[in-house]
């Protein structure tokens, strides 16, 4: 199954829990946690993580080490600050709110360290009606780890990301072998879409109408558009993580749509955009 609705993993403290065993392949993962009064306390094992806040904040403590991130009030407001803990490492979080737990399995252990979010790189993407903002905290070339890479997308109402197309299964110059998952956030409890089809890399059919908490996994395939219904912006975190001895997201359209690239050339940026920064 490519769609994980809102509570189909949730176990203990996790309302998403999805691990590369659960998920069927080697190397990512994601965890989300509802963080009220108790403090959760865990070891990453083989797996590097990030403690990212979606919503409220928390206080991330590890040996040697105590972190305090600030968080937002919710992902429409801006990239927030976060902290990496790596592979082999107990940590506790303590606070309240929404935190992600993007995640990869890795064999090197990075330092841990903590990243303010006016240190996070944000992208405005494509034109017009595909307009979307990026924000790159855990992209190659930004942040630096063994496996894992993370961002998250924004997508105004109406507007569709992830387009077009585009697939990472192929080990070919230019293009990436990556796991990716999708989790979504959809303002004001809307909805949105998103599409994952077949490639030379495997076959799947996923249409899922998604809602805050869904889960969509994207083992191989073309994937894309993410569309924002009218009236509804959409926030999605993408984790993603493979194989390769360096990280690189390099992906390939879908050569029936690459077309849509040029397309945007003389089209305004959504004036939407960005959400939550205004420098």
Same mark, same amino acid.
């Given at each position: ?25 080697? %190397? ?13 306390? #865990? ?38 600050? #976060? ?11 303590? +606070? ?13 252990? #990075? ?62 110059? +230019? ?8 989790? #979504? ?45 009218? +009236?509804?912006?959409? %926030? %999605? ?43």
């Amino acid at each position: 199954m490519t769609h994980l609705p809102y509570g189909k993993t949730a176990n203990g403290p996790w309302s998403v829990e999805v691990t590369p065993s659960q998920a069927g392949w080697t %190397y990512s993962g994601l965890r989300i946690l509802d963080l009220t009064d108790a403090p959760v306390t #865990f070891s990453t094992g083989e797996e590097e993580l990030l403690v990212l806040p979606l919503a409220g904040s928390c206080s991330v403590r590890l040996p040697g080490d105590r972190f305090e991130l600030a968080g937002r009030p919710s992902v429409f407001d801006g990239p927030s600050d #976060f902290a990496y803990v790596p592979i082999g490492t107990e940590v506790t979080i303590e +606070g309240a709110g929404r935190i992600a737990l993007p995640s990869a399995r890795a064999t090197e252990a #990075f330092p841990a360290r903590y990243v303010a979010a006016a240190e996070v790189p944000v992208e405005l993407r494509g034109a017009g009606q595909a307009s979307r903002q990026v924000n790159n905290f855990c992209a190659p070339g930004v942040f630096d780890c063994h496996k894992l890479m993370a961002v998250e997308v924004l997508t105004p109402s109406g507007n569709w990301s992830s387009y077009p197309p585009h697939k990472h299964d192929t080990p070919n110059p +230019g293009e990436a072998v990556l796991e990716e998952i999708y989790y #979504f956030e959809v303002a004001d409890q809307g909805l949105g879409y998103q599409r994952v089809y077949s490639s030379e890399g495997g076959r799947i059919d996923t249409l899922a109408e998604v809602s805050s908490g869904d889960v969509v996994l994207v083992p191989h395939g073309y994937h894309g558009p993410s569309m924002a219904a009218p +009236g509804y912006d959409l %926030y %999605y975190l993408n984790v993603l993580a493979g194989p390769a001895d360096e990280r690189s997201m390099a992906f390939c359209d879908d050569p029936r749509h690459a077309w849509i690239r040029s397309s945007w050339e003389g089209q305004r940026m959504d004036p939407r955009l960005p959400f939550g920064r205004t420098s």
